[in-house]
């Protein structure tokens, strides 16, 4: 049987998240992989893979808060905004630029960030052609600030150059622009020189495997990955079998009700803790699945 659930890998630097996704696909012999939350190369740290019916989970995994180690260097800064970037600027760090006054107000003016500017070599596409295509190519890629979350944002160790931050953040937040808007607060040019992910929702270092992992990894179930993603409900045997037919459902096809969440998506288990569906209320008593499952047990 083809493997199905979330793997959560501690993904180490020099792999792109689609080289992970390639190398599962070999060790488990499965095409059915994929990920939620990409990681740049020179990051390190927790990566979903996800098997099987768990693929289905990846947009809602994706939106997620993410939990981030991060080391801003100051004195250079790259066209990636990170340390595999090429040198586009440089110059000579002021101990005055860092004063411990300038530092505490340029991280309150990130924590307070509505909206962030992503950086241009990245996979947002524009008119059709990725930003990393167009700034490759000589041309600067007319991106559009992206609404953005800053939940936590702290300071943990500094030295003369760099800062070493921790910070929670919605998604679409980069971090790499995280350096470059410290830096311009600041005035001096700056780039992201380690970044670690610790947690991506509720999955955390904690639950994280080596990379490469065996084949015999113990994968995380499906519908264990769907109610630690989402609040969840119990459906009635009638509840099943409409979800299962696609058909609009009503507060009595449910055994164990939790208060509404309004257009939240949640997951619809059996009693057994079969994952059926994934579904949201479209109206005030009345529900609609987004997303079937197949019937594996769980």
Not at 16 to 34: C, K, L, P, W
Not at 97 to 110: H, K, M, Q
Not at 225 to 248: C, D, K, M, P, Y
Not at 259 to 285: F, Q
Request: hydrophobic share 40%.
């Amino acid at each position: 049987m083809n493997p199905d659930g979330v793997l959560v890998v501690d993904k180490p630097g020099g792999l792109t998240s689609h080289d992970v996704v390639a190398q599962a696909r070999r060790i488990f012999g499965t095409r059915e992989v994929g990920h939620a939350g990409t990681l740049d190369p020179m990051a390190t740290g927790v990566l979903l893979l996800l098997f099987g019916e768990a693929t289905k989970l990846s947009n809602f995994l994706t939106d997620d808060n993410k939990r981030y180690q991060a080391t801003v260097s100051f004195g250079r800064a790259t066209d990636t905004l990170d340390a595999d970037g090429k040198i586009i600027e440089e110059s000579e760090v002021d101990a005055e630029a860092l004063s411990d006054a300038a530092i505490a107000a340029a991280l309150a003016g990130e924590r307070a960030r509505t909206h962030q500017l992503p950086p241009a070599v990245s996979a947002i596409k524009v008119g059709g052609r990725r930003a990393y295509a167009i700034a490759r190519s000589g041309e600067a890629p007319e991106l559009a600030e992206r609404e953005v979350r800053v939940s936590e944002l702290e300071l943990v160790a500094r030295e003369a150059s760099s800062l070493k931050v921790e910070l929670c953040v919605s998604k679409g937040y980069y971090v790499r622009a995280l350096a470059r808007d410290l830096g311009s607060a600041l005035g001096v040019p700056a780039h992201l020189s380690a970044l670690r992910r610790t947690a991506s929702g509720s999955f955390g270092l904690a639950q994280a495997c080596a990379w490469p992992a065996s084949a015999e990894a113990s994968l995380l179930p499906t519908p264990q990955a769907a109610r630690l993603a989402l609040s969840s409900a119990v459906l009635t045997e009638t509840g099943i079998r409409r979800a299962r037919h696609g058909q609009a459902l009503e507060l009595a096809d449910f055994s164990d009700r939790p208060p509404s969440s309004g257009s939240a998506t949640e997951a619809w288990l059996s009693a057994d803790g079969i994952l059926v569906a994934l579904g949201r209320e479209h109206e005030p008593g009345r529900f609609r699945v987004v997303r079937g499952f197949a019937q594996r047990g769980g």
